[in-house]
C-alpha cells in the first residue's frame, strides 16, 4: 500500500541517485514501505515527500544527488555517505529475507557498477566498473532506438544472441576446449562474421548480455580477491528484469561463485539512510 497523501510518515530515507531518487519510509504503525521517482523529476519527488511529513518526521539523505534534494525540501536531515548506507541497507534486506550472511560481495548495479567487500560490520569498495545500468540504456538507445527501460527489458527478453555473441564453443568448432563451451569468448564478436542480426529483439539480447557478463565477471574477480564465496547483487537494473538477473546468477555460477538476488535491493540505500534515523526497523 502507498503512503497515501495527507498520511505522515514516522521517518524517510531518501537515496537520490544519477538515474533515480530511491525513497524507504516508515509508516506510524512501524511498517516500511518503498517508492521511487526519476532523477529528473526531482520537483515531483521532493513534492511527493513534502506532502507526506512534518516536523516531527525524522528524514535521512543518502546519494549523489541528496545535496540538491535537500535544498528542494528545505529542511534539516541526515545525511549519510553512501556506500555505508547502502550496505547497512542490504544487510538489513538479507535479514528479512532470511538470507543474513557475515561476508560477501556486494555488486550494486547503478547507472554505473560499484562492488564492495562486506566483512560483518566492515566493509570498503574494492572498485567498480562503468558498465551498469545506464550502458544497458544507452547501448539499447544507439543501437536500436529502443529508450524505455522496460520496453528494452521486454524486447530483450524475446531475443536470441545466437548470430550476435561468438561464443568458446564457436572458435572451438567439434574440438574439446579448454573452458566451458556455453561461455562467451566475444561479445557481438559475431556479428561480422554472420551477418548479425538486425532484429531489435536479438539486439537488445546481446546487449543486455554484454552489460550482464561484464558485471558477473568483474564481480567473480572482485569476490576472489576478497574471501568471499558468495556475490549479493541489487541496483536498480535487476527492476523486473529477469533475464539480466538470469544471465548474471548464470554467469557467476559458472564462474564458481553463489549469486544472490535481493527482493527490492535497489532500496539497499534508502533503507540504510532510514536505519540512520529510527530505533527499530
Ligand atoms: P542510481 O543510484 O545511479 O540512480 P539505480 O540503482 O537506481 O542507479 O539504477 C539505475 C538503472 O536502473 C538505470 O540505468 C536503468 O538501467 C534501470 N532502471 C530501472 N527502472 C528504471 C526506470 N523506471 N527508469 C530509468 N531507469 C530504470
Ligand atoms: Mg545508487
Avoid at 515531483?44 to 507526506?52: C, G, Y
Avoid at 559458472?254 to 540512520?276: H, I, N, T
Wanted: hydrophobic share 40%; proline share 2%; charged share 20%.
Amino acid at each position: 500500500m502507498p503512503l497515501e497523501t495527507g498520511t505522515k510518515a514516522r521517518s524517510v530515507g531518501i537515496d537520490a541517485g544519477g538515474t533515480l531518487i530511491k525513497i524507504a519510509y516508515e509508516r506510524t504503525d512501524g511498517t516500511v514501505g518503498f517508492h521511487k521517482f526519476a532523477a529528473a523529476a526531482m520537483e515531483e519527488a521532493a513534492a511527493w515527500v513534502a506532502a507526506r511529513i512534518d516536523a516531527a518526521t525524522r528524514l535521512a539523505l543518502t546519494g549523489g544527488r541528496a545535496a540538491r534534494l535537500r535544498g528542494l525540501l528545505g529542511r534539516d536531515a541526515n545525511h549519510l555517505v553512501e556506500f555505508e548506507a547502502t550496505c547497512n541497507g542490504v544487510r538489513w534486506l538479507l535479514r528479512r529475507q532470511g538470507a543474513e550472511r557475515h561476508s560477501f560481495l556486494l555488486t550494486n548495479v547503478g547507472t554505473g557498477t560499484s562492488i564492495h567487500c562486506v566483512d560483518g560490520a566492515s566493509h570498503y569498495r574494492v572498485g567498480g566498473t562503468g558498465v551498469g545500468g545506464g550502458t544497458l540504456l544507452g547501448l539499447a538507445a544507439m543501437t536500436t532506438g529502443v529508450t524505455a527501460f522496460d520496453d528494452v527489458v521486454r524486447l530483450a527478453s524475446q531475443g536470441d544472441r545466437g548470430d550476435i555473441d561468438l561464443l568458446v564453443t564457436h572458435i572451438y568448432e567439434g574440438a574439446t576446449p579448454p573452458i566451458p563451451g556455453e561461455l562467451t569468448a566475444s561479445n557481438f564478436g559475431r556479428w561480422l562474421q554472420t551477418g548479425g542480426s538486425d532484429r531489435k529483439e536479438d539486439v537488445l539480447a546481446s546487449v543486455v548480455g554484454l552489460v550482464g557478463e561484464t558485471v558477473a565477471t568483474v564481480s567473480v574477480h572482485a569476490a576472489g580477491q576478497c574471501g568471499a564465496s558468495s556475490v549479493v547483487y541489487i541496483g536498480s537494473s535487476f527492476i523486473r528484469n529477469d533475464l539480466l538477473r538470469k544471465v548474471v546468477a548464470g554467469y557467476t555460477e559458472l564462474r564458481g561463485s553463489q549469486a544472490v538476488m535481493v527482493p527490492d535491493g535497489e532500496y539497499s540505500g534508502a533503507v540504510g539512510a532510514l536505519l540512520s534515523i529510527v530505533d527499530k526497523l
